[in-house]
């Protein structure tokens, strides 16, 4: 989601110093992963001013040291919550999903077929996977189910409704939101919502993908992490490279962003097409 711009400094009605700053990169390095460089300085002004005020301050310091005092505090999700970026469309990069149709109907065993979406943000990714293995179905020997985690329990809550504007739809064809969508009235004119029996087919659930350990989630025959990587600096990049590889079947298929290439970071994966790897095995 887009979020506004930061005020310029001499605007600012909050004191937030390059000390600030520099803690805020610490903290939401060591709790989330994300790499902030120096140049994000407005942008974590902007997104974090509203949590300031929201507590009662008007100095970042003492807000910063309200969340050092108590790792249990709530505030802590809010405040990762805030320094996320959710930026995301209904089959985005449409390839994948066409090599995702492909590698589906391409599994001849009886157990169902997993998709894994690791950062969904406000869930157009996993409902696009969902929308394009219906579609294979018929041509496909088993069923199948998707699993959404992201770290940010806000967008969570949104991709769990399933409730879009006719904006966000507007680039489906019509085969895509007849099948799959109901169509707002009344109060909800302007508004789609994902049918129930696609959205039974997603799971949603958070998960941090630097936590020191990750729930059972099980294994999956495609993994979905498309512009994650790049928060992250190459450290964090080949550990969750690693234990994305530890959750994949044999022939599995990894989904990554355009500017990710991982090639030089672990030989996990070898690549199989655009933006798509295959686990090495």
């Known amino acids: 989601m887009l979020k506004k711009a930061a005020k310029p400094v001499n605007e600012r009605d909050l004191t937030f110093t390059a000390a600030d700053f520099r803690r805020v990169r610490d903290m939401v390095y060591r709790h989330a992963g994300i790499a902030l460089s120096e140049a994000k300085t407005d942008m974590a002004y902007a997104r974090l001013a509203r949590r300031v005020r929201a507590m009662g301050q ?11 005092a108590d790792p249990k505090n709530p505030e802590w999700q809010l405040f990762i919550n805030a320094l996320t970026t959710n930026l995301t469309a209904f089959f985005r990069e449409s390839h994948h999903f066409e090599m995702l149709q492909a590698h589906y109907t391409s ?10 979406c690791s950062a969904v943000s ?16 018929a041509r496909a020997t088993v069923d199948f189910s998707v699993l959404a985690t992201d770290i940010d329990t806000h967008v969570l809550s949104v991709a769990a409704e399933g409730i879009y504007t006719l904006e966000r739809v ?17 109060e909800r004119t302007g508004l789609v919502r994902v049918k129930k029996q696609l959205r039974a087919a997603i799971s949603f659930a958070q998960l941090n993908l630097i936590a020191d350990a990750w729930p059972d989630i099980g294994t999956f025959d495609a993994v979905f992490c498309r512009n994650v990587l790049i928060y992250f600096d190459k450290t964090t990049q080949k550990a969750i490279l ?13 989904f990554l962003g355009h500017s990710e290439n991982i ?19």
């Not at 507007?170 to 939101?177: A, I, K, N, V, Y």
């Open 58 to 68: 008007t100095r970042f310091s003492s807000y910063l040291d309200t969340l050092v």
């Open 107 to 116: 599994i001849t065993r009886e157990t169902p077929y997993r998709v894994w």
């Open 122 to 137: 406000t869930g157009e990714e996993a409902y696009s996977a969902a929308i394009a293995l219906a579609e294979a179905r």
């Open 242 to 254: 690693e234990r994305l590889a530890e959750r994949m079947k044999p022939n599995a298929l990894l």
């Open 170 to 186: 507007s680039q489906l064809e019509q085969t895509q939101l007849r099948p799959f969508f109901l169509k707002g009235c009344g």
């Open 263 to 281: 090639q030089h970071l672990t030989k996990a994966f070898i690549p199989c097409g655009r933006t798509t790897y295959r686990l090495a095995v």
